[in-house]
Structures are given as structure tokens and as C-alpha cells.
């Protein structure tokens, strides 16, 4: 019972490294007890079940706002049934992503078995197992077959350390996960040599004696590392930081601070949201407005009255306009972002192309109980499909790549956008459905690792908050207050650049 404590303790500290909490160092040391209880267990049925109890208490932890869906009347579930859900919803995801930590602890257990050497020396294993990680986490965990909710990935504890991430910009920031988990491994790889000493005769010798020829190695390779990244950082931050100029495009985000009832719920209210953003945009000083996703609560495309209304209050402000909307055609609906330029006469879309389990859509739906269906139930239709228009959307500033909501923790649709043409990113977000401000925090930490990954400006336009603007370089110049109803205004520099990441990127 005690080693399930300390394990489950562990993995409860390196949680605290989280966005939110930021106590990044903890992802420094986090990992080593994980790893020397891979490396010491026997038996592969114990490993594998303290594998999983580190993930779970990790994950549990990180993503307990989980749980702030609760309490879920408009959608119906009131008292003991909207506790349950929510605690299902969190303890599934959390179990769900504690398999990825199995999976892992699974492949190095046997990876070792295949090693010729009697004792584990030579600093390629400890990179192989690094690389195992990335793959597994940032790659495997991604995947939409699977579902993918690769949200506590252990390299966005560090977007506060803006010198050491700027490198991402040629690596993505699947190369900050990779030194984390080598550092993490050399700590317990040293651990282990410590600890491993017997006594023969009058001396101590480790049972192990070429283990401290690898740890030795690895650790003079993390320095250069570490040396190089922070001092091309430095170098790299202060190039890419933004000058206010004659190319520089102002942008108002209007935070509606809408709640869900009123635009996911089943008593979606289209005439309140108007009310609301044009109340909010009639003193707006910016060549682009954006409203936040869902703002107009409607089918936009089948509802020339809000049409007329969007184009009408684009020529009252002189602005072009991105808004949050729903799109049906003959079949299928789709959350999607509606542009209208202003002084034009049509309007584009983008439809969301990566849809939330149980939050849009319903997996297996054939399959499943009626109340599980209920959760993407809305006014429109239940649950959305998979977006067909995902390109760029063109304004007068520029091309706008757009992303919607948790689509921003995908590093490839982000690529995708900026090598289709887009010269900033645009995301749009409603995480009013959580009551807990950590989820605001965490997701200002995946709009800085996408920033510095392609080098664009990127605008956060959040109905409740927190919505910012974020440099090339990942600093955060600007961000509302979450839960308020108002306008951040700031300014950008839309750009032409390719990364070295974005065009060649894994």
C-alpha cells in the first residue's frame, strides 16, 4: 500500500507542473519515480498497474476542472444525474489517458529484455526511450482513431520559459517533451547507480558498473542542450518580437461572456447574442472583429436574417468579421466560423475539421444509451460531423488560418492552416462549459507553442475567457479577464514566414 501511495504521489506532484499551477520544474524530476519503478519491477502485471496508477493520478489532477461541467441543467441532467456524468466524464478521460503511461512502461519493459548488454550501458537506449515517449504521447495519443485527447502532454509546463522553447520553432514542441523525459531518465538512471551498491569483502561496488559511463555521457549532452537552446533563444525571442509599424492590423475580440444555455444548450437564444456583440462592437476601433465560437447560436447559412444583421453592423464598424456559428447543408451540421468582409457581398466559412468526443459527437453512436447522446444534443441537430471547409479564410489584413476550440493542441491542423497560406491564427473557443478558470489557463499555454512552432501571431476570441494575443515569439502582450462581458483590442503583424518545422515538421 505504501509503494501505491508514493507512486500515485508522484504522479499527483508532476500534475502541479501544469499550466495553472506552474511549478514547471516539478516536469524536470516528475517522471523519475515512474521510471525507476519500470526499471526495477520483476513482474510486468505489478509494473503495468503502477504504470497506470501514475498516469491516473497525474491526469486526474491536471484535468480535474473536468468535473466544473457539473452542474449540467441546460442540458437537462439536474442534481445526482449531473454529478454522475461529471465524475464519469473525468474519470474517463483520466483512466483514458493513463493507458498512454501503460503503453509506455509496456514497450520499455520489453525494450530492455532485448538488450545485449549486461548492463544497460550506452547512451542510445536512454535517447531510444526518450523517442519512445514522443511517439506514444505526442503521435499515438493524437491520433483521431483513438479519440485523441493529448491535453496534458508534459512539455506545456514550460511556455512560461520563453528562452528555452524558442527552438520548437525548427523541432515543434515535441522536442521539449523529448528533454524532459532524457533529463527525467538520467536522474533515475544515476538514482539507480546510487543506490545499487553491495558490499564484497571490504568494499562497495555497483552492481551496475558501466551504468555511470552512460548517465556521465547523458549528462554532458543535456548541458550542450540546454546551453544552446537558451542562448539561441535569447537570440531568436528578441528577433521575432513585434514592432508596432505602418504593416501592424488591428483586431478586436469581442468576449460576449454568453452562457452555454443560450448557445449549446436547447434553449438557444439568436436575438440575445445579437443584442449582446453589437452592444459590444459599436465603439470598436478594429479593422477585424471576432466573435467567439457558437456566438450566433443559428445556421448561419440558412438565415438571411442574421446575415443581413452581420453584414449590416461589418459597414456600421468598418470591419471585417469572424464569428462563431453553426452550418447545415443537406445532411449534416457543423460548428463552424463565418467570415464576412466588410463591403462584400458573400461570405466564407470554416467548418471544424477536429470534433470533441462526447462533446460534438457521439462515437459509436448506434451503440450508445440514449442519455450519452443527449450531451451533443442542441436546437440544430445532434451533434456535429466532420468540417469539408478548412482552408485559410481571406480578409482584407490577410489570410486568417482559423481553428476552433480544442483544435489548437493539434500541432498539424495549425501547420496545415499556415502552409495553405495563412499569415496569423485565429482561434475560436467557448469553454464556458466549465466553471473552473484552470482550463482557460492551460489553453493560453498550446497558443504559445503554436506561435513560436510557425512564427505567427495568434488571436484567442474566448466566450468567457481567456482571450489574448500572442507574438511569434510566444510572448502573451495582451488578455482579457475570463468571466467579464468586453472588448481586447491590440494589434498584429500578419507574415509570410515558413518555419523550418512547419514545412518539414513530424
Known amino acids: 500500500m505504501l509503494k501505491i501511495f508514493l507512486i500515485c504521489l ?35 502485471r505489478t509494473m503495468l498497474l503502477h504504470a497506470f496508477l501514475f498516469g491516473f493520478a497525474y491526469n486526474f489532477w491536471y484535468l480535474h476542472w473536468l468535473f466544473s461541467i457539473h452542474p449540467l441543467d441546460w442540458l437537462g441532467f439536474k442534481g445526482f444525474s449531473s ?11 483520466a483512466s483514458y489517458n493513463s493507458l498512454f503511461f501503460v503503453l509506455f512502461a509496456l514497450v520499455v519493459f520489453y525494450f530492455k529484455k532485448m538488450q545485449v548488454s549486461p548492463y544497460n550501458r550506452g547512451i542510445l537506449s536512454l535517447v531510444l526511450i526518450s523517442f519512445f515517449w514522443t511517439v506514444i504521447f505526442n503521435k499515438i495519443s493524437s491520433m483521431e482513431c483513438l ?69 556521465i555521457y547523458g549528462f554532458v549532452i543535456f548541458i550542450v542542450l540546454i546551453s544552446l537552446s537558451y542562448f539561441s533563444g535569447m537570440y531568436l525571442y528578441y528577433k521575432n518580437n513585434q514592432a508596432l509599424g505602418s504593416a501592424s492590423k488591428v483586431i478586436c475580440i469581442a468576449q460576449g461572456n454568453l452562457p452555454i444555455s443560450s448557445t449549446r444548450g436547447n434553449k438557444q437564444d439568436i436575438n440575445f447574442a445579437k443584442k449582446t456583440y453589437a452592444g459590444l462592437i459599436k465603439n470598436s476601433d478594429g479593422e477585424l472583429v471576432i466573435f467567439p465560437e457558437g456566438a450566433l447560436p443559428t445556421v448561419i447559412n440558412h438565415d438571411p436574417h442574421t446575415q443581413y444583421w452581420l453584414k449590416t453592423i461589418s459597414h456600421i464598424s468598418s470591419a471585417d468579421i469572424i464569428s462563431g456559428a453553426y452550418c447545415k447543408d443537406i445532411k449534416s451540421v457543423y460548428n463552424c466560423a463565418v467570415n464576412y468582409l466588410n463591403n462584400g457581398k458573400t461570405f466564407s466559412y470554416y467548418e471544424k475539421e477536429r470534433l470533441v468526443p462526447f462533446g460534438e459527437f457521439v462515437p459509436f453512436s448506434l451503440m450508445m444509451p440514449r442519455f450519452i447522446k443527449r450531451l451533443v444534443d442542441n436546437l440544430i441537430g445532434d451533434g456535429f460531423v466532420k468540417g469539408k471547409e478548412v482552408y485559410p479564410l481571406q480578409l482584407r489584413m490577410g489570410k486568417a488560418g482559423v481553428n476552433i476550440c480544442f483544435e489548437l493542441i493539434f500541432p498539424a491542423i495549425i501547420r496545415t492552416r499556415v502552409l495553405n497560406g495563412a499569415q496569423f491564427i485565429v482561434n475560436i473557443s467557448d469553454l464556458g462549459w466549465f466553471s473552473n478558470d484552470l482550463v482557460k489557463r492551460q489553453f493560453l499555454s498550446f497558443a504559445v507553442f503554436r506561435a513560436i512552432e510557425n512564427r505567427k501571431p495568434v488571436v484567442i476570441a474566448a466566450n468567457s475567457g481567456i482571450s489574448a494575443f500572442i507574438e511569434p515569439n510566444g510572448r502573451i502582450r495582451s488578455q482579457s479577464i475570463s468571466n467579464t462581458h468586453g472588448l481586447l483590442l491590440d494589434w498584429i503583424n500578419p507574415n509570410n514566414k515558413i518555419t523550418y518545422y512547419c514545412k518539414y515538421g513530424w
Request: proline content about 3%; aromatic content about 20%; cysteine-free.
Open 10 to 44: 508522484s504522479g499527483f506532484l508532476l500534475s502541479l507542473s501544469a499550466p495553472g499551477y506552474d511549478i514547471w520544474l516539478f516536469a524536470w524530476v516528475g517522471l523519475v519515480p515512474l521510471f525507476i519503478i519500470i526499471n526495477t519491477s520483476k513482474e510486468l
Open 83 to 93: 454529478i454522475f456524468i461529471s465524475a464519469f466524464a473525468l474519470i474517463s478521460v
Open 147 to 215: 479519440f485523441g485527447f493529448p491535453w496534458t502532454l508534459i512539455e506545456y509546463s514550460q511556455y512560461k520559459n520563453l528562452f528555452l522553447i524558442q527552438f520548437v520553432e525548427f523541432f515543434g514542441s515535441i522536442s521539449i517533451s523529448f528533454i524532459l523525459v532524457f533529463f527525467n531518465l538520467l536522474l533515475s538512471e544515476l538514482f539507480l547507480y546510487v543506490v545499487r551498491f553491495q558490499k564484497i569483502s571490504d568494499r562497495y561496488v555497483s552492481k551496475d558498473p558501466g551504468k555511470i559511463v552512460s548517465v
